[in-house]
């Protein structure tokens, strides 16, 4: 019994410090000051919010959201992210905000309070130029695609059974747009001034059909009933910049006659150098969120594999417990459940970062302990029933005996299992992380170039393994050949 309350406390002061330096490493929303708001905002909704060439959060809404803030003397921060996940993100309290071309409607007002309309727009259908789709009947039998969470969605669910057409759902626009150039689909719904923001610009080449459906308001959101300080700091900082000519300045210079979209070259070489600053910092947080669930994972890991070999039944149904349900469950699901239920439970806001390692340290200590598990039991039996023979104890025994022929033979999955965790970072795009994958989404949602841009992040991902795996391959070598 002494053995597993050892064990017991063992346990519990490690998740504690890795926690500790968790927290320590990467601050959560809350660490920050008081007087910063959070904004959620989807960077790939051109021209409302998108990432312009030079790497900045740019558009209609950022702008207003600025100016109205520069009146006001607000702090805040814009935390870019899907649009879906944007709205969990307000619903769960994780941002104090959001701004996103958000349509007000009765049901978001259950849940949000909105500002004032900053600006009304409605959703048109657009077609490839050579369709043959020119009317809403046109679309029996079809595909449409849309984007999830959005009024477009709504609007396309109603028509759906009338019109006889299929949806088809993507998480931002230029997937979107590009499944319909493609073929995949046969139409996109979309608010009208981004649709036709895209086919001014030449960023995409279709056509609308049909008139301009459901006009709506857009507004700037914040939870019910919180935030209400920021919500009329909002309003005031709109009603000044619409009275001072601000705000006309703003939409003109993104939806007038003389606005353009800085076009990039389309060319691989040319899209590479264009773009390398931002895919270098996407794929140095890629790294470092793969190091630092990693480190977690083996700390836990460790823990649960020893624990899963034990003499105690209790140890080792805890730890089969743990690990059974960590590979059940798949990581994207996971990754949301961290991210939005475990903060909503416990009223703590994590930042994309902090949640990210988070759910990848948990999950990925499943699988650290299964290799910890197989190299300990890879040892001779006999070696161990020598050393107790000699005197040894258990934890003798597993310390100077077992443990140092089992990392051995645990070396080429353990450098495996960083190599897969280092790929499921790209899941953690869907929280807002701007890591190496979100950041081809974000670049793509600019160019529409996703051919190129999804070649280069592939390429990448394949450099950085690759190396990895001879630096696996060598690492094993020095330690089974006794160098």
């Not at 979107?176 to 689909?185: F, L, T």
């Not at 606005?259 to 996407?282: D, I, K, T, V, Y």
Request: glycine share 8%; net charge negative; aromatic share 10%.
């Amino acid at each position: 019994m002494n053995k597993v309350k050892k064990w017991f406390l063992a346990t519990i002061l490690i998740v504690t410090a890795v926690m500790g330096g968790l927290s320590f490493v990467m601050p959560t929303v809350q660490a920050q000051e008081d007087e910063t708001y959070v904004i959620a905002t989807d960077a790939t909704f051109a021209p409302f919010s998108f990432v312009d060439v030079d790497g900045e959060l740019s558009g209609i809404d950022i702008d207003v959201f600025k100016a109205a803030m520069e009146v006001e003397g607000l702090n805040y921060e814009f935390m870019p992210m899907s649009f879906s996940a944007a709205l969990q993100a307000l619903e769960t309290k994780q941002v104090d905000g959001m701004i996103a071309g958000m349509a007000i409607t009765p049901a978001r007002q259950e849940t949000f309070d909105f500002s004032e309309p900053y600006y009304i727009s409605g959703n048109s259908f657009a077609v490839r130029p050579d369709s043959d789709v020119e009317t809403y009947e046109d679309l029996q039998g079809r595909k449409v695609a849309v984007k999830t969470g959005t009024t477009g969605f709504a609007i396309a669910e109603d028509m759906a059974d009338e019109y006889g057409f299929d949806i088809t759902i993507f998480e931002d626009s230029a997937n979107m747009y590009e499944d319909v150039m493609v073929g995949n689909a046969d139409a996109a719904i979309e608010i009208f001034a981004v649709m036709a923001h895209s086919i001014n610009t030449g960023q995409v080449d279709l056509k609308f059909i049909g008139e301009e459906l459901s006009p709506s308001e857009m507004g700037f959101a914040v939870h019910k009933d919180l935030n209400g300080e920021l919500l009329d700091a909002f309003n005031r900082g709109l009603q000044t910049i619409q009275g001072n000519g601000t705000y006309d300045e703003i939409i003109e210079s993104y939806l007038g006659e003389e606005a353009q979209q800085e076009q990039e070259s389309s060319g691989f070489l040319a899209q590479l150098q264009e773009n390398a600053p931002a895919l270098m910092r996407g794929l140095w947080t890629t790294i470092v969120v793969s190091v630092l669930s990693i480190v977690f994972a083996t700390v836990i890991g460790v823990i649960l594999g020893l624990m899963r070999v034990s003499h105690s039944k209790l140890l080792k149904g805890l730890a089969i417990f743990y690990i059974d349900i960590m590979r059940g469950m798949p990581m994207i699901v996971f990754v949301f459940f961290v991210y939005f239920g475990v903060a909503q439970w416990l009223s703590i806001n994590f930042t994309p970062g902090t949640a990210g390692v988070l759910a990848l340290s948990i999950n990925t200590a499943a699988y650290v302990a299964e290799i910890v598990r197989g190299g300990i039991q890879a040892v001779d039996r006999g070696q161990s029933e020598a050393s107790r023979s000699l005197g040894l104890d258990y934890s003798q025994t597993m310390r100077r005996i077992v443990l140092p022929q089992a990392i051995r033979i645990m070396t080429p999955s353990f450098i495996n299992q960083f190599i897969m965790t280092l790929k499921n970072t790209s899941i953690l795009s869907v929280i807002g992380l701007v890591e190496l994958t979100q950041t081809g989404r974000i670049i793509i949602s600019r160019t529409y170039q996703s051919g190129n841009m999804w070649l280069i992040v592939g390429i990448i991902y394949i450099i950085i393994i690759t190396i990895l795996t001879y630096i696996s391959h060598y690492v094993d070598r020095r330690l089974n050949s006794g160098q």
